[in-house]
């Protein structure tokens, strides 16, 4: 079924499966699309932002389960924390879901990686499974891994824009525009698009 789906400044993309089938004001998509499902989001659309530290938040880090609050706290475990901690696939598998869910919540719809792709087999393969895109990077980028790149003290980076023919990979954040984007957050977004599929909506 092909959906619209439409920011509060009239943007819009049209989405057929796991591609986007026509870019352009909403008006002139319902036009094209007259039986198309329109879905309407509070905010600005955007490509989607790129984390540039997929290799430190999902190889390096370990999520906890909230279930582990009490004992782990909800921060990602680091340094010290992640050493004490006995870890095996299973274990790395689930923390990699909950950490890609935490990307998607952020408006995240790449990874960044060395090599292209996470090193342990149980964090790739969940990667994988839920549509997050890794691309490759060389080195370590600087900066303090952040679940939101804006707050990761570098120059943020989104996917390329999408257009015809372009992967149905976006998201929607809860602000006026660009400008205040940057200043609130990734925090605002509202909803994340990956294959087609709304992986992430806020309630």
Do not use: K
């Not at 591609?19 to 699309?33: H, K, N, S, T, Y």
């Not at 329109?38 to 932002?49: D, F, K, N, Y």
């Not at 292209?116 to 890794?134: I, Q, W």
């Not at 996917?159 to 976006?170: N, Q, T, W, Y």
């Amino acid at each position: 079924m092909l959906t619209i789906h439409a920011d509060s400044r009239g943007r819009a993309l049209a989405v057929e499966g796991a591609w986007v089938a026509e870019a352009g004001p909403l008006e002139q998509l319902v036009e094209a699309f007259p039986r198309a499902r329109v879905r309407r989001w509070p905010g600005i659309l955007t490509p989607g932002l790129i984390n540039l530290h997929g290799t430190e938040l999902l190889d390096g880090a370990y999520h906890p389960d909230p279930r582990e609050a009490d004992e782990l706290g909800t921060a990602p475990l680091t340094g010290d924390a992640l050493t004490a901690l006995a870890s095996d696939d299973a274990r790395w598998g689930a923390s990699a879901r909950r950490g890609v869910q935490r990307m998607l919540a952020h408006g995240t719809v790449a990874a960044a990686c060395e090599d292209g792709e996470p090193a342990r087999r149980a964090v790739r393969d969940a990667v994988r499974r839920s549509g997050l895109a890794t691309i490759g990077r060389i080195g370590q980028p600087g900066g303090a891994p952040s679940l939101d790149p804006y707050a990761c003290g570098l120059p943020v980076e989104f996917a390329r824009p999408r257009e015809r023919g372009s992967a149905a990979r976006f998201a929607f954040f809860d602000v006026p525009d660009e400008t205040a984007l940057a200043t609130a957050g990734a925090g605002t977004c509202v909803a994340t698009v990956v294959e087609g599929r709304l992986v992430y909506r806020r309630r």
